[in-house]
């Protein structure tokens, strides 16, 4: 193909028949370094097929790392991007063809050459690095490739449009919003005005940032209003601020933002499965009982109808009152009945200093057993039981 097209366009005359690529290199060019080649030399490789040392296929070299040739497909291709018979790159010479100056020129203004974008200049030079074309930004890599989509460039990310302008302000890419400043620069773990951009340069959604504020679904961060996050409410105030260890309303956020729920609060208030603190009511927590006042507080030290809460808040159960009563397993004190070495009459107090049929209770509530009692004029047995006629 080469030789075909040397015939055609600068007269040479190369026995397309019996010229191979060895033989071209060898015979009718002058070898020339990859840094000196220019557009319109030939570019020979070693090694395609028959032996690694052999030249054994030839392109025409277009400039910028790139050939025209007849390969596996008919085209422009990469010069590094052949590989020998071994799967590795193979290697490559360059070659002038004698006797013939080539004048090549590429069409000023944007070329596409083999699916890429390239810029030429009014001599046919193609641009390289960052250039303004109509008040565009473009970039063209060191083989004058012209950048579309994705690019870091020192230390920077850009993103280049389809038509490969730079991009700046806002854009959604894949779903996901960012942005670029002025410069063209990926702005990344900062805020831009509302919004928030992380480490990645993605828009927050729904979610904290590193600062302490929420952002909602739109990406802006919320304010004065409760959330949800994952299960868990917070309230942000005016500023956009988690608040913390304090209440708001009926409803008391802990150390770490989170609404409590089903717990007492540090101050002594019992919220239920909703966050709202309990008033006039009782609340059952890790298997203890409270009641909780008019105005939320607990009740400690006092009775509740028949049940009596302790000063650590809890009703009591099977044990002694302060004051003398005895409540049973449900809380609820007793009545006209023995318990233990006690009986309650029906207001539910330690008889004492008094019978209980044949049993004495003394001073401290016990029934008394073996001794005389009731001013020594009664004697009961080992049993408490009243012995009739007994003498002292």
């Known amino acids: 193909m080469c030789m075909y097209v040397y015939n055609k366009i600068c007269g040479t005359s190369f026995d397309l028949i019996n010229t191979n690529a060895a033989m071209l290199y060898t015979s009718h060019c002058t070898p020339v370094s990859e840094s000196d080649a220019q557009p319109g030399d030939l570019v020979f490789f070693k090694g395609t097929y028959e032996a690694i040392d052999y030249i054994s296929h030839v392109g025409i070299y277009c400039g910028n790392g790139m050939m025209f040739n007849a390969g596996d497909s008919i085209g422009y291709g990469y010069v590094h991007d052949v590989r020998n018979m071994y799967g590795g790159k193979a290697e490559v010479l360059f070659g002038r063809v004698n006797n013939v100056d080539v004048v090549v020129s590429c069409q000023s203004g944007f070329n596409n050459i083999n699916g890429n974008w390239y810029y030429y200049d009014e001599n046919g030079n193609p641009l390289y690095g960052w250039q303004t074309i109509n008040d565009k930004w473009y970039y063209f890599n060191k083989w004058g490739r012209m950048s579309i989509g994705w690019t870091f460039i020192s230390g920077n990310w850009y993103y280049f449009d389809s038509n490969g302008k730079m991009v700046t302000g806002w854009i959604q890419i894949d779903g996901t919003y960012y942005f670029f400043n002025a410069s063209g620069n990926m702005k990344t773990s900062s805020w831009q005005g509302n919004y928030y951009l992380n480490a990645e340069g ?140 006690y009986y309650l009459n029906g207001s539910g107090i330690k008889v004492t200093n008094a019978w209980v049929g044949n049993y004495w209770c003394g001073s401290d509530g016990k029934y008394v057993k073996s001794s005389w009692v009731d001013h020594d004029r009664y004697y009961v047995d080992s049993n408490g039981v009243y012995v009739a006629g007994a003498l002292k």
């Open 202 to 341: 993605k828009m927050l959604m729904n979610a904290f940032t590193p600062d302490g504020y929420y952002v909602g679904s739109d990406g802006a961060y919320i304010a004065n209003r409760w959330f949800k996050n994952q299960g868990k409410y917070y309230y942000v105030n005016a500023y956009g601020k988690v608040l913390k260890n304090v209440w708001v309303g009926a409803y008391y956020l802990g150390s770490d933002g989170v609404m409590y729920t089903n717990t007492f609060t540090p101050d002594g208030y019992y919220v239920g499965s909703d966050g709202a603190y309990y008033t006039n009511r009782w609340i059952l927590n890790d298997g203890k009982y409270y009641y909780t006042n008019g105005l939320g507080y607990l009740v400690k030290n006092a009775w509740v109808g028949a049940y009596y809460l302790g000063s650590d808040g809890v009703m009591y159960t099977n044990s002694f009152t302060p004051d003398g009563y005895y409540v049973g397993s449900d809380g609820a004190y007793l009545i006209n009945r023995w318990i233990g070495d």
